[in-house]
């Protein structure tokens, strides 16, 4: 089903899960730079659990996607940034469920708790293993920088489709 705007589970969707990856790109960031302890240690549970919540969340986002589909780009959008716009998306959407999984497997091998905000333990995702723990988690901080740059390039381009060609774009995923 395409239409003008998309369907406010999208729109919430959407929203909720921009403001977790920030919360989880922040706390990550800041891990590097806060010395050992109790702060640290909140950091790392805090990311954790933020990264469980996001693949949760994407895994609802593909299904309610299959659902409602997406509206199309429409004429006024440049064949280049209809491309350009789909490939953010797609890439988007593997990422952040990649990470998470791989933030996963790497704390695993480490091994280390996984917990989710106090309320469980997740189990598990493969055996102990130090050396792949360490490969693992140098690639989740690869995708967490290419999650950066995608994510200032399409709040970018947003802004400069909101704001600059006032083309109704940025408006079809707003409240």
Known sequence: MSTARYAFIQKLLHWLI???????LAAGKL???VGNGDFKNMLYANHKATGFLIL???ILRLVVRMIYG??????AIARWQQTAASATHTLFYILL???PVIGWA???AFPAPLPFFGLFEVPPLIGKDRELS???????EIMGNVIIALALTHIGAALYHGFILKD????RMWF
């Open 18 to 24: 921009a403001l977790s990856v920030i919360g989880a």
């Open 56 to 58: 949760g969340l994407m």
């Open 97 to 99: 469920i990649l990470m």
């Open 106 to 108: 790497a704390t695993s």
């Open 134 to 140: 360490k490969q693992l988690f140098e690639i989740h």
């Open 31 to 33: 891990i590097d730079f």
């Open 70 to 75: 997406a509206p199309g780009h429409g004429p």
């Open 168 to 171: 109704g774009v940025l408006r």
